[in-house]
């Protein structure tokens, strides 16, 4: 048995589109035997909603929390001084900020960007307004416009990875410490799984840390130059059959 882990945006949709391809390939994949791991930066409310039906489990929250069926095989929330000081960091510059936890998420700062932020998620989950001792396991950033990004990215240096969303004006962050590679490692070891027996699936740079920490790490043709970089493998563009064609390459359909 094999696990294979694929981060969502990008690399196995186009938003909630799944190519055809990509989906007979998964098909195939988990006939064969095999686990399939969703690997994101979304919450769990979006990823399993919408893409539960690919999958057998799933890494959400940029690493921060592990699912299969009903049971949490890790989970490690952000912590009250962190939730601070990202929101002290992001405040600095007029930065909007989306802490999203299991079961509803709360937007604070840059008031502009709340129904920006909460129109990417189911209505009615993200609230306008920050809670005391708030359990989250992720957050979001409001950038005002694309061009931005360096901006914030030097107000959480040191702290967090900023992975921008193309041309809306948000990005999903790390916050160093725990990521998808380290989650990654974690499910592996819970399931009984050799690292080398892990493939990973990626295109943004927030799935660098995924690629190094899997056995086979594997790049789309659409990914950015640090995540090609990071991959022992390149596939082709998630338009052009790039999550099929990399099963096959592995002889994993």
Same mark, same amino acid.
């Given at each position: 048995?094999? &696990?294979?882990? #694929?981060?969502?945006?990008?690399? &196995?949709?186009?938003?909630?589109?799944?190519?055809?391809?990509?989906?007979?390939?998964?098909?195939?994949?988990?006939?064969? *035997?095999?686990?399939? #791991?969703?690997?994101?930066?979304?919450?769990?409310?979006?990823?399993?909603?919408?893409?539960?039906?690919?999958?057998?489990? #799933?890494?959400?929250?940029?690493?921060?929390? +592990?699912?299969?069926?009903?049971?949490?095989?890790?989970?490690?929330?952000?912590?009250?001084?962190?939730?601070?000081?990202?929101?002290?960091?992001?405040? +600095?510059?007029?930065?909007?900020?989306?802490?999203?936890?299991?079961?509803?998420?709360?937007?604070?700062?840059?008031?502009?960007?709340?129904?920006?932020?909460?129109?990417?998620?189911?209505?009615? #989950?993200?609230?306008?307004?920050?809670?005391?001792?708030?359990?989250?396991?992720?957050?979001?950033?409001?950038?005002?416009?694309?061009?931005?990004?360096?901006?914030?990215?030097?107000?959480?240096?040191?702290?967090?990875?900023?992975?921008?969303?193309?041309?809306?004006?948000?990005?999903?962050?790390?916050?160093?410490?725990?990521?998808?590679?380290?989650?990654?490692?974690?499910?592996?070891?819970?399931?009984?799984?050799?690292?080398?027996?892990?493939?990973?699936?990626?295109?943004?740079?927030?799935?660098?840390?995924?690629?190094? +920490?899997?056995?086979? *790490?594997?790049?789309?043709?659409?990914?950015?130059?640090?995540?090609? +970089?990071?991959?022992?493998?390149?596939?082709?563009?998630?338009?052009?059959?790039?999550?099929?064609?990399?099963?096959?390459?592995? *002889?994993?359909?």
């Amino acid at each position: 048995m094999k &696990l294979v882990f #694929f981060d969502i945006d990008g690399t &196995l949709a186009h938003g909630k589109n799944v190519p055809a391809s990509a989906e007979e390939g998964l098909r195939q994949l988990r006939a064969n *035997g095999n686990l399939v #791991f969703i690997c994101t930066g979304r919450n769990p409310v979006y990823a399993q909603k919408n893409f539960g039906r690919y999958a057998d489990g #799933f890494i959400c929250c940029n690493g921060r929390l +592990a699912v299969r069926d009903s049971e949490i095989l890790y989970a490690h929330p952000l912590d009250q001084d962190q939730i601070r000081d990202l929101m002290d960091r992001l405040d +600095a510059v007029d930065g909007g900020y989306c802490f999203l936890g299991l079961e509803e998420g709360w937007y604070g700062g840059n008031p502009k960007g709340f129904e920006v932020m909460a129109s990417v998620q189911d209505p009615g #989950f993200v609230k306008n307004g920050i809670r005391d001792n708030m359990t989250a396991y992720s957050l979001d950033i409001y950038m005002v416009s694309a061009d931005r990004v360096n901006e914030m990215r030097k107000a959480l240096e040191g702290v967090a990875l900023v992975n921008p969303h193309g041309p809306h004006p948000s990005a999903d962050i790390t916050v160093l410490g725990v990521d998808k590679g380290t989650a990654l490692v974690h499910v592996a070891e819970k399931l009984g799984v050799a690292i080398d027996d892990t493939y990973a699936f990626g295109d943004g740079v927030n799935d660098v840390c995924m690629l190094e +920490a899997a056995g086979h *790490g594997v790049a789309m043709g659409n990914a950015v130059p640090e995540t090609k +970089a990071a991959a022992e493998y390149v596939t082709d563009d998630i338009d052009k059959d790039g999550v099929y064609n990399g099963l096959k390459h592995y *002889g994993l359909i």
